[in-house]
């Protein structure tokens, strides 16, 4: 049996920006959802915002942490499965 040791075909440039993490941004988007809500709430509360508008922004911040959870559930599901694995 021979082992030959793994060579990347290309080297990454130092100089090029790292790529934002789609699962921060997820997380990000979930909290700036949470916040607009909160806003919304505040205002109807202040009489300077209509119902209508808090309903919504508060559905919205519900779905997106809704999808964060369902992403952070997955994610969390993925690495079990690959600390599971026998090597």
């Known amino acids: 049996m021979r082992v030959d040791a793994l060579v990347p075909d290309v080297a990454v440039p130092a100089?090029?920006?790292a790529r934002p993490n789609a699962f921060a941004a997820l997380v990000d988007a979930a909290s700036g959802a949470l916040?607009?809500?909160a806003g919304a709430e505040?205002?109807?509360a202040a009489h300077r915002g209509g119902l209508q508008e808090m309903v919504v922004e508060r559905a919205r911040a519900d779905i997106a942490l809704q999808i964060?959870?369902?992403g952070t559930?997955?994610?969390t599901q993925?690495?079990?499965t690959l600390l599971g694995m026998q090597v």
Do not use: H, I
């Open 68 to 70: 964060a959870a369902a």
């Open 42 to 44: 505040a205002a109807f």
């Open 73 to 75: 559930q997955r994610v």
């Open 78 to 80: 993925g690495l079990q």
């Open 35 to 37: 916040e607009d809500a």
């Open 15 to 17: 100089t090029t920006p």
